[in-house]
């Protein structure tokens, strides 16, 4: 009798049937989500396709949009230059060492890093600064860091933080500027 019970324990006869394997998983998007590039240039736009911003850069590296993502993309640069546009037309051109920018639905932000130069074009200023943010929709910078202005009136700086709108008509701490 206790042969019998082993036997049966030992595995080497079985009622269980056997199981099915696992399904088939869906194939992945072939989509990239993250793209890098040497030189190249891109131009973000607002609403009602409203040019922002055209940049140029020498290395790039990219996440796009994942499907049903409301178009939320990011790039980080280096090497860039390009122009601020404000009604279809240049109001300044920037240079930097580094450059970032978010797009969303509700956002459009340019970050500009190391050694930044901004030049308007009318009034004539310059801004050198560590870095520069531009609100694409408010039209509107925050540069921060050794913020020196250069003008044909004059020259300011060193200074920690100076907001200004987006052709440098109007240009202040961010105590004494009129909020956004």
């Known amino acids: 009798m206790i042969a019998v019970l082993l036997l049966g324990c030992s595995g080497s006869h079985s009622d269980k049937p056997k199981e099915k394997p696992p399904d088939k998983q869906e194939p992945k998007s072939s989509v990239p989500s993250f793209v890098q590039t040497n030189t190249g240039e891109a131009t973000y736009k607002g609403k009602d396709n409203e040019k922002l911003w055209t940049i140029h850069w020498e290395q790039g590296s990219f996440s796009m949009p994942k499907p049903g993502n409301k178009k939320e993309s990011s790039g980080s640069m280096i090497g860039v230059f390009g122009d601020i546009f404000r009604e279809g037309k240049v109001t300044c051109k920037f240079k930097a060492n580094k450059g970032s920018a978010f797009e969303s639905s509700t956002t459009k932000r340019l970050t500009l890093t190391d050694h930044?130069?901004?030049?308007?074009?009318?009034?004539?200023?310059?801004?050198?600064?560590?870095e520069l943010v531009y609100d694409g929709i408010k039209k509107f910078y925050k540069a921060k860091g050794h913020v020196q202005i250069l003008g044909t009136v004059g020259s300011k700086g060193t200074l920690e933080e100076v907001w200004a709108n987006a052709d440098l008509t109007k240009l202040a701490s961010p105590e004494l500027y009129d909020k956004p």
């Not at 930044?116 to 560590?130: E, G, M, W, Y």
């Open 116 to 130: 930044v130069r901004l030049d308007a074009q009318n009034p004539a200023v310059t801004l050198l600064c560590d």
